[in-house]
């Protein structure tokens, strides 16, 4: 009986996050404007998820610029120079052990590509580190 509940727990989570990827798809579908794109995805993050600290820098064509920073009590987003600290990664990057202390701050790094031209990069990490268990952050890739 218990592994049926945590089949069914499974499930849930599965059909969760089908539908928010939906969600989010169908309003770039629809050509929502970027603010509203973000706030779907930061509501997302944080309501749904639990996953409070994000950052997304963006490529608008000549330089980066960072799009959304919500989470953290300093001003992180600020110090971090994409080309030297983010560029490197070209993969999904769990940064808890990357030894960078400006990356402490982020549990993971996704970098967005199209092609071999890196378009944007979201640094995500927990609203409470100090809480047992398995990371929101890492449950939810």
């Known amino acids: 009986m218990a592994s049926g509940k945590a089949s069914l727990r499974r499930l849930k989570l599965s059909n969760f996050k089908l ?72 993969d999904i990057t769990n940064l808890t052990t990357s030894g960078n202390t400006l990356l402490s701050f982020f549990d993971v790094i996704i970098p967005v590509f199209h092609k071999d031209k890196a378009l944007a990069y979201v640094l995500i990490g927990d609203i409470d580190e100090e809480r047992e268990g398995i990371s929101p952050t890492i449950k939810h890739l």
């Open 19 to 90: 539908n928010a990827l939906l969600d989010i798809t169908q309003s770039i579908n629809e050509n929502l404007h970027t603010e509203e794109l973000l706030s779907k995805f930061l509501r997302l993050l944080r309501k749904d998820l639990n996953i409070g600290n994000v950052v997304v820098y963006s490529y608008n064509g000549t330089k980066w610029e960072c799009i959304l920073a919500s989470g953290f009590h300093t001003r992180i987003h600020e110090i971090i120079d994409v080309e030297k600290h983010l560029m490197k990664y070209t």
